[in-house]
């Protein structure tokens, strides 16, 4: 994600797919609550000098369910749309909470969801991709792909580029849903749970794979164009070897690539050839993303970093919220914005990298990314509880 300073500034198939619910399991300490292995720290207080207002919220089905399926809702305009595992999709106004349309699907959801130019994509845990009408909640299509889908399907002028948990790519015609090419990795004995999100602009798609590499795709033939290691497996056991790149690549306006990895590097690179620019040692299995010059990368210890974009020096390190199994991060009016497995939202100054605010939403916790326009933001808790909120001042 590219945004700007506001302020100055699992057959074969099965197996894997079970193993890496089993690696989840053992990386995320699946407690009787669900909660992380690790030992979060505890919260403290601290000056507060912004605050997060809740303007409304409302209840989406029954949440992401057991499994935590990375349901993560999508705004356009001024349309906020979300769902649970369940197959239930509903749209509200942004700013009023209003319920505009309500549908149940005949199939359990297992993706975030994608509201893009009158659409909200989404996959499904039996792979299918599915387009829903964002007036009204109509399917426009449905499609078939070859397994799970986690990551939300993502669109150019032309083609939805889908990526599943079997490492496949698939390129769907985006007015029809008609399948245009498929693209084939090799995939590692174990995996995390989840898979990398594709960036997709016209020409070309970046993809993050489980076995390290980033792919960079012709969005006419599903041909690679060039890949490269990203992340470089090592140790003895499976768990120790996992490599997964299973953010999003982010594409600056410049033609920059910085792409995360887990048990690895994050890497900037020029776009068009791969060449790298900078790289650091930092784990992350998040999203980053770009705001001006920082970097700004949640590590799997939820550290929240701050690097400097064109040099890959770290400018900040915020550590208060370690092992507390942040969200990815987001951006609302000059602060990075984060979600823990306790339920709370956290505000951290882009700038200086201290805490400056925080509410609870609920605590059934949060696991998927806020979504923000401006210095509002739309959370959902792992029950589906969806609330927005406004930071001030």
């Known amino acids: ?37 690790f030992t979060p720290k505890e919260l403290r207080s601290f000056d507060e000098t912004s605050s997060l207002d809740s303007v409304w919220d409302r209840r989406v089905g029954d949440g992401f369910g057991p499994a935590r399926y990375p349901i993560a809702p999508s705004r356009e305009g001024d349309t906020v749309f979300a769902a649970d ?65 986690l990551a939300a399907p993502q669109a150019n002028q032309q083609l939805l580029l889908v990526q599943s948990v079997d490492g496949q790519i698939t390129a769907l015609d985006r007015a029809s849903g008609e399948e245009r090419w498929v693209y084939t990795s090799s995939q590692p004995a174990l995996t995390l749970r989840g898979t990398g999100t594709p960036m997709v602009i016209d020409p070309v798609t970046f993809v993050g794979l489980a076995n390290g590499r980033l792919a960079t795709l012709d969005n006419r033939s599903g041909q690679a164009l060039w890949d490269m290691q990203i992340a470089t497996p090592r140790g003895r056991s499976d768990v120790e070897r996992l490599v997964d790149l299973s953010g999003q690549p982010v594409l600056s306006p410049d033609g920059r690539l910085f792409v995360t990895s887990y048990n690895g ?49 770290e400018v900040w390190r915020n550590d208060d919220l370690e092992d507390r199994w942040l969200t990815a991060p987001a951006f609302a009016d000059g602060r990075i914005v984060v979600g823990d497995f306790e339920g709370y939202v956290h505000l951290i100054d882009a700038r200086e990298g201290n805490l400056v605010g925080r509410t609870r939403i609920d605590d059934s916790g949060i696991s998927v990314r806020p979504v923000t326009e401006g210095s509002t933001i739309h959370v959902q808790a792992n029950n589906g509880r969806l609330e927005t909120l406004e930071v001030t001042p």
């Open 1 to 37: 994600m590219t945004t700007s300073l506001s302020k100055p500034l699992f057959s074969k198939h099965l197996m894997r797919t079970t193993l890496g619910a089993m690696a989840l399991a053992l990386l995320a300490g699946c407690a009787s609550k669900g909660e992380p292995a």
């Open 265 to 313: 590097r994050v890497v900037a690179l020029e776009a068009t050839r791969g060449g790298v620019l900078w790289e650091t040692n930092l784990s992350s299995r998040h999203t980053p993303i770009l705001v001006g010059d920082f970097l700004f990368v949640v590590s799997d210890d939820s550290h929240i970093v701050a690097l400097d974009a064109n040099s890959g020096q």
């Open 85 to 149: 595992t369940n197959g239930l999709v509903a749209a509200f106004n942004a700013n009023s909470g209003e319920r505009e349309w309500e549908v149940e699907l005949d199939t359990p959801i297992s993706s975030a969801l994608n509201a893009i130019a009158g659409q909200v994509y989404l996959g499904t845990r039996n792979g299918e991709v599915i387009a829903l009408d964002q007036r009204d909640g109509s399917v426009a299509w449905r499609s078939r792909v070859t397994s799970e889908v």
